[in-house]
Nanobody, 124 residues
Framework: QVQLVESGGGLVQAGGSLRLSCAASGRAFRNFYMGWFRQAPGKEREFVAAISWSGGSTYYADSVKSRFTISRDNAKNTVYLQMSSLKPEDTAVYYC?????????????????WGQGTQVTVSS
């Protein structure tokens, strides 16, 4: 089992920045591919970003590319999502997820463990 706890969400004006954190406990963090997903009201959960076990490979949804950065610190068992140039359409609950396989990192079914989510609200 892996427990994931997100933090760092909040209310921010358009154009602003936030950094989300996801702290993991339980099994060895470095064994997991990590992803961030988000879900806006009335919409399906969507892929945001993913990072490989060592952090050497990162992937982004087109909608956030060049604005968001995913990173991880395996010594601290934490993955981060730095969000910049935020837009109202980025408003959603953001979820951290951990998976053993990164084959289809953009697919939520690939992930085995999920956090409870943190709300991000971007005002216009």
């Amino acid at each position: 089992q892996v427990q994931l706890v997100e933090s760092g969400g909040g209310l921010v004006q358009a154009g602003g920045s936030l950094r989300l954190s996801c702290a993991a406990s339980g099994r060895a963090f470095r064994n997991f591919y990590m992803g961030w997903f988000r879900q806006a009201p009335g919409k399906e959960r969507e892929f945001v970003a993913a990072i490989s076990w060592s952090g050497g490979s990162t992937y982004y949804a087109d909608s956030v590319k060049s604005r968001f950065t995913i990173s991880r610190d395996n010594a601290k068992n934490t993955v981060y999502l730095q969000m910049s140039s935020l837009k109202p359409e980025d408003t959603a609950v953001y979820y951290c997820a951990a998976g053993y396989s990164g084959t289809t990192y953009f697919n939520s079914n690939e992930y085995d463990f999920w956090g409870q989510g943190t709300q991000v609200t971007v005002s216009s």
